[in-house]
């Protein structure tokens, strides 16, 4: 019983996740998903203070922030027109 419980967990906290992940990689664009996975910090930040009443302190959070500022204001470098 242990070890299928064992295996079940490893499904769930590594195969769905890496095979979600990789689907979305795929199929969104590439500013898109970059967007998508700065936020993964600051879901944590929330499920912490929700569910654990972890409070981040003044520099975790801008530190939150700032990753998710970086990836929303980057922009591709435009190609540059021959001719």
Do not use: N
Request: with cysteine.
């Amino acid at each position: 019983m242990a070890l299928a419980a064992g295996v079940g967990v490893g499904i769930c906290s590594s195969v769905i996740p890496y095979v979600s992940d990789q689907l979305a990689m795929a199929r969104l664009p590439r500013a898109t998903y970059a967007l998508m996975v700065s936020l993964l910090p600051a879901t944590a930040t929330v499920i912490g203070v929700v569910v654990l009443t972890q409070i981040p302190t003044p520099a975790e959070s801008a530190g939150v922030a700032l990753v998710i500022a970086g990836v929303a204001l980057h922009r591709e470098p435009s190609e540059a027109v021959a001719g």
